[in-house]
């Protein structure tokens, strides 16, 4: 019951809004819209990408609504979400570019299997979207990605318009974006 209204309040604020990407902070916590503020000012932070699996860049494009969802394989969240996303990578919306980034700890003992996993958990998933694997944590904080998920979205200027933590809104969102929105 709570996921409906949740949704119901997103599909309430996304038909408020207009058919362009908007910048109300009608889907963010405040921790969330102080992470989108702090991208806004700055110039973005760079995205070191160690490997890229999947086809593209993940990064986001010029021209295009970008989403860039930054995961780690043990997250259940995070893995609930790869599925959307390889669904809207597939979706044939030419007005959109997705990609993700996930962290691997490379001071971890088993980079090799945890490289492995989450290869595996892209193919189970059908994740079809571009993944920057990345090993420097602070980009995480540099992104505003420390707790995930996390998913920014970008105007196509590639300028920040949305942050979204948590796994429900990150869900929640995802369906809302598959559902066609925004456009233009």
């Not at 993944?131 to 707790?147: H, K, N, R």
Request: aromatic share 6%; charged share 20%; net charge neutral.
């Amino acid at each position: 019951m709570r996921r409906s209204i949740v949704a119901g309040l997103f599909l309430a604020c996304a038909s408020a809004v207009s058919a362009q990407v908007p910048h109300a902070e009608a889907f963010g916590h405040q921790q969330d819209q102080g992470t989108l503020l702090r991208l806004r000012e700055n110039v973005l932070p760079p995205l070191d990408c160690k490997q890229v699996i999947g086809p593209g860049d993940p990064k986001p494009v010029e021209g295009k609504v970008s989403i860039l969802f930054f995961w780690r394989p043990w997250c259940p969240p995070c893995k609930a979400s790869l599925e959307l996303l390889g669904e809207l990578h597939r979706s044939g919306r030419t007005d959109l570019h997705v990609g993700s980034a996930a962290f691997i700890d490379p001071s971890g003992p088993e980079v090799a299997a945890a490289r492995q996993e989450l290869a595996a958990d892209i193919e189970r998933h059908k994740a079809s979207a571009p993944v920057c694997v990345y090993e420097d944590p602070s980009q995480e904080t540099a992104w505003g990605a420390e707790g995930v998920p996390v998913l920014v979205m970008f105007d196509k200027a590639r300028k920040p318009v949305r942050v979204i933590g948590s796994g429900p809104r990150t869900l929640d969102f995802l369906k809302l974006v598959g559902s066609g929105w925004p456009r233009g």
